[in-house]
């Protein structure tokens, strides 16, 4: 309760009432620190039991558990702890107690745990993960943090048992990324691509098929970052897309071993995909090109992307040649000097320049 207290609570006791009022109060100028509670309920949690079943053992009184405790048995939940894990906001599916906590964004591990354990306590509360996670993950401008929702999202897509559920937040997060308004959260939304393009899952079991549907998924968020107007998170989506497609070329080939032809072709495509998904509706010019520049390669490959090249040069034509000839009228209206323009052929950087150019200064990085 001292986590899930709230003014929406409807005949909550006079000392959380309170505490409620107090916190309030605190929040904006020196907010509670809950270390040492998150870290009791993670302990309490420990010695509980795992799972909620119909058959499950519910108390209506703790007074029940000490005698349990001393003969070193698994403590039920009671009926009341139950209601509070399960409890929502008005309107909507998240869970108070799974929200708040999060919210908190305090002692990380003692919450991936707790977090962890009601996944595992039944279908229901992993669900109600979910709405928590989904209800809180969004690119638009928001007045609280997504950050810590994006962390416990790795978590949810690397342990939850439930693979069209992973799936469905994966299409959330990607979609939230691709309309991103909220530019200061940029690198926390690529850092949950990083996380969870190859990394092991319980819902999962080849980490092979893992990466093909990392890679299927480029093309869905990609673009909306290296399109961001914070240089950081362009620049390191870049990189990120050197590192997992443009370091294999445009005609990737690979051993059996490493993933053969489908390991291959599904680089080719993503590459093919995300050169069109750049020349969607949005500005193009800059970084967005130099993206569409390195991944034309890819509709010369014989890798299965032949559907994709005429809509490919249907895009070019109608969306960067009239963005590229606006653009040098603009320029020559204001006699400025098409050498020193942003759109200037000689500043668009070819494959090997930019991977070149990504390299050296990120063994600059390493020496300094």
């Known amino acids: 309760m001292t986590i899930a ?98 919210q908190i964004d305090q002692n990380a591990v003692a919450t991936d745990s707790i977090i962890g354990r009601l996944m595992e306590l039944s279908r229901r509360m992993d669900q109600k993960v979910l709405h928590t996670l989904r209800y809180r993950i969004t690119g638009q401008m928001v007045s609280h943090a997504v950050a810590p929702y994006l962390r416990m999202a790795v978590l949810y897509v690397q342990a939850s048992n439930e693979p069209e559920r992973v799936e469905h937040l994966i299409n959330h997060v990607n979609s939230q990324a691709m309309t991103l308004q909220n530019v200061a959260e940029g690198l926390n939304f690529l850092d949950f691509f990083k996380e969870t393009f190859d990394s092991s899952r319980v819902s999962q079991k080849s980490l092979d098929d893992v990466e093909l549907q990392g890679l299927r998924n480029l093309p869905y968020w990609a673009p909306g970052l290296i399109g961001s107007v914070d240089r950081a998170v362009s620049y390191s989506t870049e990189l990120f897309l050197h590192d997992v497609v443009f370091s294999h070329g445009t005609s990737p080939s690979f051993g059996e071993e490493d993933g053969g032809a489908v390991r291959s072709q599904a680089i080719a495509r993503a590459g093919a995909e995300i050169a069109i998904e750049c020349l969607a509706p949005r500005d193009p010019v800059g970084r967005l090109e130099s993206i569409i520049n390195l991944c034309e390669g890819y509709f010369n490959a014989d890798l299965g992307v032949d559907g994709l090249r005429e809509q490919y040069q249907e895009l070019r034509q109608e969306v960067l040649e009239p963005v590229r000839r606006l653009t040098v009228d603009e320029i020559e209206e204001d006699g400025s000097d098409w050498d020193n323009s942003i759109a200037s052929s000689e500043q668009m950087d070819s494959l090997a320049d930019l991977s070149m150019q990504a390299m050296g200064e990120l063994q600059d990085a390493e020496m300094q």
């Open 5 to 102: 207290a709230d003014v929406n609570f409807e005949g909550l006791p006079m000392q959380y009432s309170r505490l409620v009022t107090v916190v309030n109060r605190r929040m904006a100028t020196k907010p509670p620190n809950y270390e040492n509670v998150i870290a009791l309920i993670d302990t309490l949690m420990g010695v509980m039991d795992t799972t909620i079943t119909e058959e499950s053992v519910v108390l209506e009184h703790t007074n029940e558990r000490l005698v349990m405790s001393l003969r070193e048995q698994t403590i039920p939940y009671t009926a009341e702890e139950i209601n509070l894990l399960h409890k929502t906001w008005p309107g909507h599916p998240a869970a108070i107690f799974i929200d708040k906590l999060i």
